[in-house]
């Protein structure tokens, strides 16, 4: 990332915060109070299944800017879109209906923006005593953020964020802090999202990275898992993956049951066309007849939706999802059962 000039940079992108989505705030240092900015533009946004470090390099131009400084940008921002959301239990197709969205032509999507993973650890954390944040703090970054989040091009007409999964769990305050906002809730049955999990060349990584979180989530819920989780199975570990994701979306749905869409993926692909119609409508888009038709002519349904330039064909996750059902059978298997001797207890 270029940083040349970075009190000229700065000043630039500051000035920019309140009134375009090029100044992107990409992340949040809420040890030092600072937040970093970056300039990325309507193409980045519609390219990008990430906002992440991936999008880093030398030719981005950014700086390191006061969360003062910032926060005060964000009461500057006029003319806000509406905004809405796409939570996921993960592997769900969040990306594909996040791409899909964008041909009404009128959606500025914004794919799993670091700020959010930021608000999603500090709403996990603020009942703890080791919380950085007050509630008070807590409500100012997330309002800082659903105001940025809100820009849009003068060809927006909505702004939907796409959240990790990992995320999900920032569905309650989010929703709460923006009455106007909506959002869908992409989710899987258990066996098949077991065999979409561990059918990952990097799945047993990921399974133990955000197990830790997902176990502390449980038992805030009052859920208390049978063994440790350093005695987990990679399926006990999917399974946990999945109950974990799964109540953060009940919740979701029972806190706000008018605002929070339940999708299916196996449903929605079962008829594309007209999950994506609903969705649309649930978001207030104006998506006629011709935006219909023209979704299953979409090549984001012969594409890998978070890798665009991997061809992805339409019977692929079939396919994907036979072999590891072949070769996990039994931590598929172990996964459904750890998840039996949960609901028994």
Known sequence: MSDDQPNTVGRQL??????????????IDLVRGLVLVIQ???????????????ILGPTIRGAWLAGADVTAAARQVADP???????????VGSTLVSRLLEQTGVVLPVREPLPLR??????EALPLPESLLGQEQFDALAGMMLRFWSRGYDWSRAVVVKATSSAGHAAIPLLAAQPD????????????????????ANSLTDLRGHAPGRMRRLRARGIATPEPLHRLSPGELAALGWLAETRAQQDAVAQFPERVLAVDFDALLADIPDTIQRIAAHFGLE????FRAGILESPALRR??????????????????????????????????????IGGA
């Open 14 to 27: 500051r000035a920019m915060l309140p009134v375009s989505p090029d100044a992107c705030v990409h992340n």
């Open 118 to 123: 930021v608000i999603a650890d500090a709403w």
């Open 40 to 54: 990325i533009d309507a193409d980045t946004y519609r390219k990008e299944s990430f906002l992440d470090d991936r």
């Open 304 to 341: 890998y939706s978070k890798a665009p330039e991997r061809p992805f064909a339409p019977d692929e996750r079939d396919r994907l999802l036979a072999q590891s059902r072949r070769d996990n059978r039994d931590e598929i298997m172990r996964g459904m059962q750890w998840l039996e001797r």
């Open 81 to 91: 879109r509406p905004l809405h959301f796409i939570f996921h239990t993960g592997h």
């Open 181 to 200: 906002a909506r959002a869908i809730y992409m989710n899987l049955r258990a066996e098949p999202y077991l065999a979409a999990l561990l059918a990952g």
């Open 287 to 290: 998506a006629g007849p011709a």
